[in-house]
């Protein structure tokens, strides 16, 4: 589902997004509980991908204060947008954070990187290189996620994790990158104990990348689960979880 929803952002749509906020706000708060974890171990990526910037918008106000998109050109639109909106006097707006989950062509990386909390999807070596460069440049060191792929079907994106070791011996000492865990996506295995053994497969992986590059950087981050799968990823320790369609339950159809 890649284009956009054409749903007009209005006082209905904002309060469907308000009640989807909550519903997944408690949704996690459970799935935490029930893995004995705390709720504030865990932050809600929303993901906007499916909507508009003045729906994207409306998600913030109502409380979600990451928001991810996976293509550059929808990060830049609902960014600009929110930050114009922002900029108004006497707007009372609050502070975003933007997460880009999806793939980054390397001639969208100096228009990217300024906006951007955290990469979610740094998936080659090519990539490391040009996002420390472009870093440089800018001054700024940019915090990084390593996607692996740990699924059986083969068909998703991120380094293979037999590939892990040797990718960290060629990009933990980037000066510019600040690598601060992994990100990973299940094979969304119609099996929930599948789902979990993969996403502790990235748990574990990032344990042992831990221990051989530590003193270099500090792994802190698992970007793990989406809108069918959060449950089993807070359950094998995801810190992010990046929910899109559960939000926009009512909005899109
Ligand atoms: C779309 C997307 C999500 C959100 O998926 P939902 O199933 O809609 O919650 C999460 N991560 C990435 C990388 C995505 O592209």
């Given at each position: 589902m890649q284009d956009r929803s054409e749903t007009e952002a209005n006082d209905r749509t904002a309060a469907i997004i308000r009640s989807n906020w909550q519903r997944v706000r408690d949704q996690v708060a459970d799935a935490c509980a029930k893995a004995g974890r705390e709720t504030s171990d865990v932050t809600i990526v929303g993901v906007s991908k499916y909507v508009s910037p003045e729906l994207a918008a409306q998600l913030i106000e109502a409380g979600c204060k990451h928001l991810g998109e996976n293509r550059p050109q929808h990060l830049w639109a609902a960014a600009e947008f929110y930050r114009t909106k922002s900029d108004?006097?006497?707007?009372?707006q609050p502070a975003v954070a933007w997460h880009m989950i999806g793939h980054l062509q390397r001639n969208k990386i100096a228009r990217t990187i300024p906006i951007i909390r955290l990469l979610h999807s740094l998936d080659s070596l090519r990539l490391a290189q040009a996002l420390s460069l472009e870093s440089k440049t800018l001054e700024l060191t940019l915090p990084v996620l390593v996607e692996v792929n740990v699924t059986e079907d083969g068909a998703k994106t991120g380094l293979p994790a037999t590939q892990l070791t040797s990718f960290f011996d060629q990009v933990a000492g980037l000066p510019h990158l600040r690598i601060q865990g992994l990100m990973a996506m299940s094979s969304l295995a119609a099996d929930s104990s599948a789902i979990q053994r993969e996403f502790e497969q990235v748990r574990l992986l990032r344990d042992q990348i831990q221990r051989q590059f530590v003193g270099m950087c500090q792994l802190n981050e698992l970007s793990m689960g989406m809108s069918g799968d959060y449950r089993e990823a807070i359950a094998q320790g995801a810190t992010i979880v990046r929910i899109g369609s559960l939000l926009w339950e009512g909005i899109l159809n």
């Open positions: 108004q006097p006497n707007a009372d």
